[in-house]
């Protein structure tokens, strides 16, 4: 028996029922059914008792106790009573609260009526193949709600037993806890009760160059000059031999430059001997078959599986009846990823440059040189016109995606990269399938751009020859639409932030879903679980000046005000900018004037920001970019967020394109600029309570957030219930009701 489980909850239970229970011991545990084993002081006797109803039936009596090798034919004769499963629930809505009311408060689970009701509407959402938009908030239970609701299905719904079910995350880290955590644990709970049979199965999957190949690590090993290469890194490499793990994210130690000369790719899978035997193609024929419960991957590689299929191409997952999309909200991002096309200088410039032979005495090797300096020479033609054609006023801090026009002297350009890339592709004699498929890609790439449906832009125009011309379809919505929600599965949706003051309409636009019966989406917003009223105060300040990052004067205010709040809470602080640029301005402003605290500051490319914080002890964290969402500090560290501006989208090429489909900027800025920014300061505000014990300040110095404003009522409505103020001084107030004397201690 297992021994996790909270044995003495049911023996409590029972007890309280007046049952005969006292000097016993479960032996055994099976479905709704205990096995008590008594001694009388000469035999011991074995009951089963139905720990639901309290029924009771004799089993035997024997001089000896029951081993464990016996356990199975006890089981066997439990299964024969009528007691055994006859109070279990006859139907999935009943499972699913008999699982989180029953099954999961006996392993030490809380009981949330909001998180049985959301696995609720998800069950009822496949069963009816429709479509859930689940707006939910961090710490309610998203994840088990839906693998419940999930498994719960499975039990009742027959063509669905024998079909693995997709998940898609944003992130590894949730992929991971699923397969790794979430699953197991409730697999195994439930096979305690008997609910399921076996073991819930689940995989991550991932792009090829993800896993580890056999043979390409076994050349490289063996041509690895001992001299040249560090022992450390030589002997991870031989120990992964020995190892079955094949997903190099699992072996550690392996560095970049190492793992691209180990991992699958193209042309070794091509010409290998063993292709057919391998661990790589063994443990994709493995993953194909439908026997899996549960299939995990990313945005990207269910949305290259979408477009594989829509293509009739071999598709990457196996059949399936049910889709669940967790972090949705990301789900527009990979999808302008997934059917937009990019085009890097850097990389054009790599695959021209291949071509060119080491050896060039030949007429043959002396063409493609000519070919290749052509396409390098078109190339830095077109994207320094392309620079030069990006507006004067726009400031390189403030966005990522440049404007600029594409105008008749680039096209010219364009046209004679892809001329040049026709002309070596007739004339390179390579064996390099790879190579030769990837000078098509390009061609057909760099063809998009020829066409005027498209959205483009570039990025990155001011690092050298790394700029990046992207594009994306302007019917990219209804394209989506039309390849996820036409399809006859069921899908959920679910996100902390997939509403703005719960309502849905702008994310269903910009997910295409008018395409479908709008009787098939369902829609649920569920409260935070956490007590912000209590346990969290919002802070708007009166009498603020506008927000403009190029006014000195507004610049000097927000310095000082923010100086201000961080001693108001003794540090512990996060100050939320909306770009960089301002960032740095204050925080250069403030460390020679808050030398009392360690100060943080996020920039471009520093991955280790967010430890760094978590190091210090009262510190206080400048942050933007990523820091708006995903990033998880409990605990008294962050007890104070300071949201410098309501973060409204900065304007690029494709909001540009979106404002033109609305009659009016007004109704533009109502239907999509309102909406993206309610969501993102949701995101935001959603930094600060973590646990059921959090406590903490939210302030906004965005003068349109102040009470009388245009924005206040939608950005009240927006956040959790809170105690409002606008006076400065309750900050501290507050905090020395929530805080311990510990934290106003002096800091560093």
Partial sequence: MKRNINIEQILQKLKNKDLEIFDSKIVLFTK????????????????????????????????RPVTEDEHDLLENKVKQFRIYGCHYPTNGEEMIRFIFEYVFRIFGYSIREEQIDLSIHMY????????????????????????VAVIVHKLYAKELSSKPVIITTSSIELQRAIVKDYLPEISDMLLQFGIIAKPLTSVIRKG??????????????????????????????????????????????????????????????QVCLKKNTCRYKSFMKK?????????????????????????NLSPLLPEHNAVIIDEAHKIIDAARQMYGVTVSQRDL?????KAIPKKLKS???????????????????????????????????ETEKFATVLSSVGRLYLSGIISNLQELLRCEK???????????????????FQDWGIIYWIEQPFLNEQCILASIPITLSTDVGIDLWQANDSKILTSGTLAANNDFEYIKKELGMQVTSLSRINQVSKESPFNHKDNCLLHIPDKLPYPSYIDKNYLINITNRIEQLIKASNGHAMVLFTSYKPLKVVFEQLKQRLKDYELVQMKRGKKDAVDEFKKTKKGVFFATGSAWEGMNIPGDLLSHLIIVKLPFPIPDPISEYERTMYASMEDYIEAVVVPKMLIKLRQGAGRLIRTETDSGVITILDARAS????????????????RLTDKSQEISQFLREKKTEEFFRRAV
């Fill in 363 to 397: 007429k043959e090797a002396k063409q493609l040189k000519a070919i290749s300096e052509e396409i390098i020479k078109y190339s830095n033609k077109l994207f320094g016109e392309l620079i030069n054609n990006i507006p004067k006023h726009i400031d390189r801090d």
């Fill in 707 to 722: 009470k009388g404003s245009k924005y206040h009522d939608q950005v009240i409505e927006s956040l959790p219930q809170c």
């Fill in 32 to 63: 709704d059914c205990i096995v008590i084993e008594s001694f009388t002081g000469k035999t011991y006797t074995y009951r089963v008792m139905n720990y639901l109803t309290g029924d009771s039936k004799y089993l035997f009596h024997k001089k």
């Fill in 124 to 147: 009822k959402t496949m069963t009816n193949t429709n479509i859930s938009l689940s707006d939910v908030p961090v710490g309610l239970g998203k994840t088990h709600a839906y693998l």
């Fill in 430 to 448: 390579t064996d390099d399938k790879r190579y030769l498929s990837e000078i098509r890609r390009w061609i057909k790439d760099l063809y998009v």
């Fill in 208 to 269: 090829k160059d993800n896993y580890l190949c056999d043979l390409r690590l076994k050349n490289y090993i063996q041509n690895i000059d001992p001299r040249k290469k560090k022992l450390e890194e030589l002997l991870i490499l031989r120990k992964i031999e020995a190892q079955d793990e094949i997903d190099l994210d699992e072996l550690k130690g392996v560095t970049q430059y190492d793992r691209r000369r180990i991992s699958v790719n193209y042309n070794s899978c």
């Fill in 349 to 353: 410039y790599t695959l021209a440059m």
């Fill in 287 to 311: 993953v194909k078959k439908p026997y899996l419960d549960f299939q995990v991957c990313n945005h990207n590689y269910y949305l290259a599986d979408v477009i594989r299929r829509k293509r």
